[in-house]
């Protein structure tokens, strides 16, 4: 499944994705009907946080591996030290 925004509505859409790869598209609506300035939409967030804590991997944006499996290692390895990080953050508890 996959959280898209109105740029991506339409059934030509819909079908492409599914058609390429079986994804399911839901599009993400706004929920305000005058928009002021930039406004973070829940799913996409997460998303958002996932792809840019990827690009923080110098690795991944400067060097381009022989293989698509040693590719996919590295990925998986920039992921791992990502969800360690978030793991390892303490929480602050507001009362």
């Known amino acids: 499944m996959a959280f898209v925004d109105g740029g991506y509505q339409g059934d030509e859409a819909q079908r492409a994705a599914f058609e390429a790869s079986r994804i399911t598209v839901t599009l993400v ?8 300035g930039f406004i ?7 998303v958002e946080r996932t792809l840019g804590g ?6 991944l944006s400067k060097d381009f591996e022989a293989t698509i499996n040693a590719a996919l290692a590295w990925l998986q390895l920039a992921l791992a030290f990502l969800i360690m990080r978030r793991l390892a953050t303490p929480k602050i508890q507001q009362d």
């Open 40 to 46: 973070v939409l829940p799913q996409r967030w997460v």
């Open 54 to 59: 990827i690009n923080r991997a110098r690795r």
């Open 29 to 36: 609506k706004r929920t305000d009907q005058v928009v002021k």
